[in-house]
């Protein structure tokens, strides 16, 4: 069994739309309106190296498959296998890429030997998983910012609870926060 990891750049008031650019009024508010410190992106290398394939939804898919090709720095992501949920995707361009349709997909997906599955962004279809049972472990990097408006990572579209238990965390020298939490059974 797989293990799918969430992991988020998040605002203070739970904000994770456009942290690198979007269409958000605020975007890309991780680089601008917070100092960089090295060491609060240990675990972005980490996962990298211990993931061995990404799991998207659509619209994540559509905003990173232009850019992160070109992105040296996502050699080991633009590798891998790549997966995207989606009805309406059918002829996915960016390397090395299959397109599911449903959770039932995604299930086989996790029931299947193999490494680490990480998700980036996908908001809607973190909701999906995390309402399904499919989420084992939150990597969150709490930025000290708070937006007010712009896509949550939880909200009350969708009616769903979740135990979580704290594994890893640590606060850097510019305020951000790194919380990693395994989902309980």
């Not at 998040?10 to 991780?30: C, F, K, Q, R, Y």
């Not at 499919?134 to 135990?163: C, E, M, Q």
Request: hydrophobic share 40%; aromatic share 10%.
């Amino acid at each position: 069994m797989r293990t799918i990891i969430v992991t988020e750049f998040i605002s203070l008031d739970g904000v994770i739309d456009s942290p690198g650019g979007g269409p958000h009024p605020h975007a890309g508010w991780t680089f601008k309106d917070v100092q960089f410190d090295e060491s609060a992106y240990e675990i972005k290398g980490r996962e990298q190296e211990e993931a061995t394939a990404l799991l998207l939804g659509r619209r994540s898919y559509d905003e990173f498959a232009p850019v992160w090709p070109q992105m040296e720095e996502f050699a080991e992501y633009n590798a891998m296998p790549k997966y995207v949920v989606s009805a309406t995707l059918s002829d996915p361009e960016w390397n090395n890429t299959t397109v599911l349709r449903s959770l039932d997909d995604v299930a086989a997906l996790k029931a299947a030997d193999g490494g680490h599955i990480l998700v980036h962004g996908s908001g809607s279809l973190v909701k999906s998983l995390v309402a399904a049972g499919l989420v084992d472990r939150f990597h969150l990097l709490v930025f000290p910012v708070v937006l007010g408006t712009g896509k949550r990572l939880f909200d009350d579209s969708v009616g769903i609870k979740a135990r979580l238990r704290l594994t890893e965390h640590e606060a850097y020298s510019n305020g951000v926060v790194k919380a990693v939490y395994d989902v309980l059974p």
